[in-house]
């Protein structure tokens, strides 16, 4: 599986439609119900569902913005498989002295599809 984020073709035309901003693994993603997501491991098993915080919702007219996270909305993701992203290398050395250290590092990923954002009453 590749490293680099998913995401489903349509979310350029967000005026229209409900998204939220949501906060995972120390990273911030702009997602809709139905988003296909790379993000850092999520200590759940295959399969499982998850929430997530949002930070801030977007109803389709009106964006509303959480202090830090909005209070009522619910953003639920559906892990479907965990995997290891591509690898990175590190190399450093020191001139002269014949000290040379490649050093490789593979990310824990999940991927998830986010199945339903829904907000409390009066929120959206």
């Known amino acids: 599986m590749p490293g680099a984020p998913v995401y489903v073709a349509g979310l350029v035309d967000a005026a229209v439609d409900k998204y939220a901003i949501i906060q995972t693994g120390g990273k911030q993603y702009r997602v809709q119900e139905g988003t296909l997501l790379d993000v850092e491991r999520l200590p759940v098993e295959e399969g499982s569902r998850v929430q997530l915080e949002a930070l801030a919702v977007h109803d389709g007219t009106e964006l509303k913005l959480g202090t830090p996270v909005m209070a009522g909305v619910r953003v639920e993701a559906e892990v479907l498989a965990h995997f290891r992203g ?3 290398f590190a190399f450093k050395q020191k001139r002269r002295k014949g000290y040379r250290r490649k050093i490789g ?3 824990e990923l999940s991927r998830i599809r986010i199945a339903s954002i829904q907000a ?3 929120l959206s």
């Open 120 to 122: 409390a009453e009066g």
């Open 86 to 88: 591509r690898k990175l």
């Open 105 to 107: 590092h593979r990310q």
